[in-house]
């Protein structure tokens, strides 16, 4: 797999520049210099669009790459330093007149002046072929109004505009006007749609929940909130198969899971019996706080069914709520609900290369790379050496053999980047950037998997998680907490005494008949760290997922509490013992079957508790030690095939230990082989 590096830009400031009347012709040419070569005595070159200003760099001259450079534009009378530009991509490098930076290839940099009082406009674009249009000359007085525009091509949509430089939206509308109070560079972000797809669908069939008081529950794999709300089963519900959804007074659903680009809702909706006509809305939130009301309904005696089309305002990267309540004393039926999204390519934004570590930028336009077949995976302490590869000048035929730049260390696990390049007559680069990817053992991803693990074959990294996911989740039939006091009764037998089970963190053995004193039952992931209220014995949620349950000591619950796991017992840790591996392997699972959770190094803030925000633990890096300091032994093989049995889905790092290498391979916590 070669990965090759763009840069998008669209730069119409440079071809209005010199004819404005507020902007002296420059002193010099505002393209390369004639001969196109750096002077041999430094990598910087910098001009000015007006004879006047002194401009100097620090040190000077500059004979080394990966220098910290400081540049300065003085004071000229008359004008004001507007920004420095990159003369060859036409980019904006900085608006301050003294910049620094680490200069990390060739530069030729210009100090662009406009007259005081007076601003320029500058206009981007993260797609090439993008038309940008803006009225005037380029060069405004304050407080004048600018019109501006933007036209894709193709299949691409607008999505904002975008502060070259904050990152922050200024505006979502593709046509607009501002006010020049300052000089702007705005860069237009297109996107590119894929088709819609089902990102989640129920019938509620496989869902349970008795009574309106609010509740947590699962539903076909995800997590609902109900208040006033409940899986109605009786005659008077309204509904396609045996059940549906029936709210009453102003009673609610709502995701405690967010969908990002959500592309359209679809439900069907009723009244209960012979209630009155009642409203129902369909609301989403980024937050889940501040709602946003898509649209009302007035219910019919019969299932109706609606699909709501979400607009683009709603379509946030990073996913929203989705709420369905009514108002009033009656009582609604809900059904059949269908939510598709619609996922995002955002082509990369352009940028300036000064520090990202760019050396040599693929501009020229004469040199053809000719790479031979790139390995990608390697294995630790693989032995590594260059590709083949060579340029060919397009003018002269001549032949250039490539430069290397970076290396493979296979002692080294996780991403590797190495750049072959060649330099034409004229000064320019061409180069490609090849990424390679060291593996504890690459040749795990050889393996294939039949049945229930079907389709992960070759995967890695996030790929390997997201697949992964799809298979836990698809048919877990989640228990009720109360079930579970049985189910884990069989699922922890201690294999030397079937009538015992065998308590988590001290490895006890104690009756297994449930009394409520001699053993309870552990989250291993802590319910308050699970975004989701206390569990009950009726509750059916994540709280209820039965990989995440142990036996334990009641005492031994306590003082656990919802510490994150480390090497040793503090106020804030807590040490698993004989059991580091068993729960390191239980987070690993939970943050594949469940979207929301967050595994990481740092502790998370007590004052989020019960909240999706406060869903967090770790220690990541400790326990990625755990995981191969304790392997899988019979009894944990023994939980994941009771839990099958029983809830319909598996631990993956139980069944296929060597999963962690590939999905952490990146992690600088991954133990290397001995």
């Known amino acids: 797999m070669k990965k090759i590096t763009l840069l998008f830009t669209s730069f119409v400031f440079l071809l209005t520049l010199m004819a404005c009347d507020g902007i002296p012709s420059p002193n010099g040419d505002t393209t390369p210099p004639d001969d196109n070569t750096i002077p041999n005595d430094s990598w910087l070159v910098l001009s000015s669009n007006i004879e006047a200003a002194t401009l100097t760099s620090s040190p000077d001259p500059i004979t080394a790459l990966s220098t910290e450079v400081s540049i300065s534009a003085s004071e000229v009378a008359g004008y004001r330093f507007d920004f420095w530009r990159d003369v060859i991509t036409g980019l904006a490098l900085s608006p301050d007149a003294q910049h620094t930076f680490t200069l990390e290839h060739e530069r030729r940099i210009e100090a662009v002046y406009v007259e005081e009082y007076r601003f320029s406009m500058n206009l981007y674009s993260n797609l090439d072929d993008a038309r940008l249009r803006q009225s005037g000359s380029g060069i405004y007085t304050k407080d004048s109004a600018v019109h501006i525009e933007s036209d894709a091509v193709g299949e691409y949509v607008f999505l904002h505009w975008l502060d070259y430089f904050s990152r922050e939206i200024v505006s979502t509308e593709a046509s607009t006007s501002f006010e020049m109070t300052e000089t702007r560079h705005l860069v237009a972000v297109y996107g590119l749609f894929e088709a819609p797809t089902v990102y989640y669908e129920t019938g509620f069939e496989n869902s349970s929940k008795t009574s309106y008081a609010a509740q947590s529950i699962a539903v076909d794999g995800r997590t609902w909130l109900f208040d006033d709300a409940l899986i109605g089963t009786l005659p008077n519900d309204k509904r396609n198969g045996s059940r549906s959804v029936r709210i009453q007074n102003n009673g609610h659903m709502t995701s405690e899971f967010t969908v990002s680009h959500l592309h359209r809702v679809q439900f069907s909706y009723a009244s209960y019996g012979n209630d009155p006509v009642a409203s129902v809305m369909l609301d989403v939130s980024k937050d889940g706080i501040t709602w946003d009301t898509l649209t009302t309904v007035q219910t019919t005696a019969n299932l109706t069914p609606i699909s709501v089309d979400v607009d683009a305002a709603h379509r946030h990267d990073e996913g929203v709520y989705i709420r369905i309540r009514k108002t009033g004393g009656t009582r609604v039926n809900i059904d059949d609900l269908v939510l598709e999204h619609q996922p995002l390519t955002i082509p990369p934004l352009p940028q300036d290369t000064s520090g990202s570590g760019t050396r040599f930028p693929n501009t020229s336009t004469r040199l053809t790379l000719e790479l031979d077949t790139v390995q990608q995976y390697f294995s630790y302490q693989d032995d590594w050496s260059p590709t083949s590869c060579q340029a060919i000048d397009q003018i002269t035929n001549a032949i250039i053999e490539c430069s290397v730049y970076g290396s493979v260390d296979t002692a080294q696990l996780g991403y590797h980047h190495v750049t072959y390049y060649a330099q034409d007559e004229d000064g320019f680069f061409a180069s490609e950037t090849v990424e390679k990817i060291v593996f504890r053992d690459a040749s795990l991803l050889e393996l294939t998997y039949d049945d229930y693990y079907s389709g992960i074959d070759g995967l890695y990294g996030e790929a390997l998680l997201l697949a992964l996911r799809n298979i836990v989740q698809s048919g877990m039939t989640l228990q009720s907490y109360g079930d579970a006091r049985v189910i884990l009764a069989e699922a922890d037998e201690d294999p030397n005494n079937p009538d015992h089970v065998l308590l988590i963190y001290n490895r006890a053995s104690v009756t297994a008949l449930w009394d409520g004193n001699t053993w309870h ?44 796991f480390d090497f040793e017992t503090t106020s804030f840790t807590y040490y698993p013992g004989e059991d580091r591996g068993d729960v390191a392997r239980i987070y690993f699972y939970m943050i594949t079957a469940w979207d929301h959770l967050v595994l990481r190094d740092t502790l998370a803030d007590e004052q989020t508790t019960y909240t999706i925000e406060g869903a967090i633990q770790g220690v990541l890096s400790t326990l990625l030690f755990f995981h191969y300091d304790d392997p899988v032994d019979d009894f944990e093989h023994q939980r994941n095939t009771i839990i099958y049995q029983y809830q319909n889905n598996r631990n993956p790092f139980i069944d296929f230990p060597h999963l962690v290498d590939l999905i952490f391979y990146d992690h600088p916590a991954l133990p290397v082989p001995e």
């Open 521 to 564: 039952r552990e989250h291993v992931w802590p319910n308050s760290r699970l975004g989701v209220p206390r569990a009950t014995n009726t509750t059916r949620s994540i709280a209820t997922d039965l990989h995440n349950l142990r036996a334990i000591n009641p005492s031994i619950n306590s003082s656990r509490s919802n510490k994150f």
